[in-house]
């Protein structure tokens, strides 16, 4: 510490940024890596949520098997277009009517919901996609 009080008051350099500076970087750094850790966790359940709907959805226009993970890919690359899920209701709603399937957007809403905190529970947990 007295050394580096004389190189702060007897030395006409500036400081080097490892002085004292170093629990502010690690402090940023740990904000910064949490920042990150953050919204790729909530990318990963937002994905995993579409993906249950869209093979819940799937399972609604009578899909199986590959035909129903292509439509639940196709959920979750229709969620990317914007947040939240309104995305996802535009690509759901029409495909249910041209089926025909009677199921109200407050079902949608609903069936989505679950499907969130079924992806958060699976991520959680640390369970790999289906």
């Keep these: 510490m ?14 080097t ?4 500076m170093t629990g502010f970087d690690d402090r940023r750094d ?8 953050d919204e790729k966790l909530s990318f990963d359940i ?10 819940w959805a799937a399972a609604q226009l009578g899909l199986s098997g590959t035909e129903a ?4 890919k196709e959920v979750v690359m229709a969620n990317l277009e914007e947040p939240g899920f309104d ?14 399937v009677d199921i109200s957007d407050h079902v949608l809403k609903m069936e989505i919901e679950k499907a969130l905190v ?3 529970k ?6 790999k996609p289906a």
């Design 2 to 15: 007295i050394q580096m009080i004389d190189f702060l008051l007897f030395s006409n350099k500036m400081p």
């Design 17 to 20: 940024k490892d002085i004292n």
């Design 30 to 37: 740990s904000f910064e890596n949490k920042y990150a850790h």
């Design 46 to 55: 937002e994905a995993r949520c579409c993906k249950i709907f869209g093979l």
């Design 69 to 72: 993970d292509t439509y639940a």
């Design 87 to 100: 995305d996802v209701m535009r690509k759901v709603r029409p495909d249910f009517d041209k089926k025909g």
């Design 118 to 120: 079924e992806a958060r």
């Design 122 to 127: 699976q991520i959680q947990e640390g369970r």
